[in-house]
């Protein structure tokens, strides 16, 4: 809210007091309906009739898109209202692969560096690792394997291959989800 004083009788200074009165003494239930007598004629100016909204709005996503840019990190992690599942998927693996593992790469090798020379830590200093950003869309596997299981196409150990598993005893057998069959992977 501006305040404006149309007679000019008023001082910057004295409408700013007003002005900082009014915030933080005229709100409230206790405040309605009060009158106040005041020499002059205040007016306010309400701020959504000066600024245009959709451009405020439009220069915040680009303010924000250029923040995420210089930053290197994919907008539709930060914004998903224009991003599909695909989209922010990629998102997201472009974002581990391009600034994460760097970085996870640069503080590795500094605590490297830093441990390196002391004799108590030397010979630990190849066993210091990250462990490794999981990028896997689990869902979306999830739904592979079912779709695996349920066309009776694959065998146990075809599946978990898939699913990053060691083979089985006995896993050359078809798997079938059909007629409500039970069975480990």
């Known amino acids: 809210m501006i305040l404006n004083d149309k007679s000019g009788n008023t001082d910057i200074e004295a409408l700013q007091a007003l002005k900082e009165w009014f915030e933080s003494e005229a709100k409230g239930v206790q405040n309605a309906h009060s ?3 005041y020499p002059g004629e205040l007016t306010t100016t309400n701020l959504s009739d000066e600024i245009n909204t959709e451009a405020f709005l439009n220069y915040r996503v680009h303010l924000q898109k250029s923040i995420a840019m210089r930053f290197q990190i994919p907008y539709d992690l930060l914004d998903t209202t224009d991003s599909n599942k695909a989209s922010a ?3 997201l693996t472009a974002f581990n692969r ?3 593992i760097p970085i ?3 503080i590795l090798s500094s605590i490297k560096l830093l ?3 002391d004799p108590k830590w030397r010979s630990k200093k190849g066993d210091i690792a990250f462990n490794a950003v999981d990028t896997q869309d689990w869902a979306t596997d999830a ?3 079912k779709q695996m299981v349920a066309t009776g196409c694959f065998t146990i150990n075809e599946i978990r291959k898939f699913m990053k598993y060691n083979t089985i005893e006995g896993g ?5 989800g059909t007629g409500g069959a ?3 992977l």
Do not use: P
């Not at 050359?172 to 079938?176: G, K, V, Y």
């Open 182 to 184: 039970n069975f480990t």
């Open 172 to 176: 050359e057998q078809l798997a079938t």
């Open 115 to 117: 441990f390196g020379d």
């Open 35 to 37: 009158t106040i007598v």
């Open 143 to 145: 739904n592979t394997i």
């Open 104 to 106: 996870q790469n640069l």
């Open 98 to 100: 391009n600034t994460v």
């Open 89 to 91: 998927t990629t998102a």
